[in-house]
């Protein structure tokens, strides 16, 4: 991965994103939650918490909830950002289907540089601010 951010590699950035999407509906994340949500064991999910913790992303203690610390806060931020801005871009600007598009993101997120990654960013702000361009995106999309 080569998007600015620590090379966690797509498993540890899954579990970041995972975590900031839960705290956002709950108030509480626990271990249960996490394997439910990424379809994984118990015994998986700790030891990933426990490299996430070794990098100072999360506060994770046996039995008790899991916390994103500030550095993991940003960085998951950043993670949920790359792939609602890719989802964005294939949805909006390609027309794939949505849910198409967010399975996409999945696969591309974590392997984008952040050249790419803000060039497409880029485009689509573009787009949503330029009139004829969202004109001709609508024209492309037709033509499919």
Do not use: W
Request: aromatic share 8%; glycine share 4%.
């Amino acid at each position: 991965m080569n998007s600015g951010l620590l090379n966690l590699g797509k498993s540890l950035e899954d579990y970041l994103e995972r975590i900031l999407l839960l705290g956002l509906s709950n108030e509480k994340i626990r271990v249960t939650d996490l394997a439910i949500k990424l379809g994984v064991k118990k015994p998986s999910v700790v030891s990933t918490l426990r490299k996430l913790a070794e990098e100072e992303l999360i506060v994770y203690e046996k039995y008790k909830d899991i916390i994103l610390t500030d550095k993991g806060r940003e960085m998951a931020g950043k993670i949920y950002r790359r792939h609602l801005t890719l989802t964005r871009f294939f949805n909006e600007v390609l027309g794939i289907e949505h849910s198409q598009a967010d399975a996409d993101a999945c696969l591309v997120e974590h392997d984008i540089s952040l050249e790419t990654f803000n060039r497409m960013f880029a485009f689509v702000e573009f787009i949503e601010r330029t009139p004829e361009a969202k004109e001709l995106v609508e024209k492309f999309k037709k033509k499919l």
